[in-house]
């Protein structure tokens, strides 16, 4: 069966760092279109990046862009997410989408990110 699961989240103070993963199992990864969302209290969800399925191609939203770093490896069929320059407001929690080139998307459960001294 499909299965997509964050790790990698946790605490952090403000300008450090976290590295985010999500391991795939159950679909053909390298097809999938791979990305990471965050979902803050009382906030609706957006998209932080994603990355095409062979990696060449990446886009990242304005309010992450210069600080986090999206990447994959199709032999392990992992996607990361490496985030730097934390700050409180990216508290939230991160989840990883697979997106099928049939329109088949595949959520994971998320992982907690909190940013505080």
């Known amino acids: 069966q499909v299965r997509v699961v964050e790790s990698g989240g946790g605490l952090a103070q403000p300008g450090g760092s976290l590295r985010l993963s999500c391991a795939a199992s159950?679909?053909?990864?390298?097809?999938?279109?791979m990305s990471w969302y965050r979902q803050a209290p009382g906030k609706e969800r957006e998209l932080v990046a994603l990355i095409s399925g062979n990696g060449g191609i990446t886009n990242y939203a304005n309010s992450m862009k210069g600080r986090v770093t999206i990447s994959r490896d199709n032999a392990k069929n992992t996607v990361y997410l490496q985030m730097n320059s934390l700050k409180p407001e990216d508290t939230a929690v991160y989840l990883c989408k697979a997106i099928g080139p049939s329109a088949n998307n595949y959520w994971g459960q998320g992982t907690q990110v909190t940013v505080s001294p």
């Open positions: 159950g679909f053909t990864f390298s097809r999938y279109t």
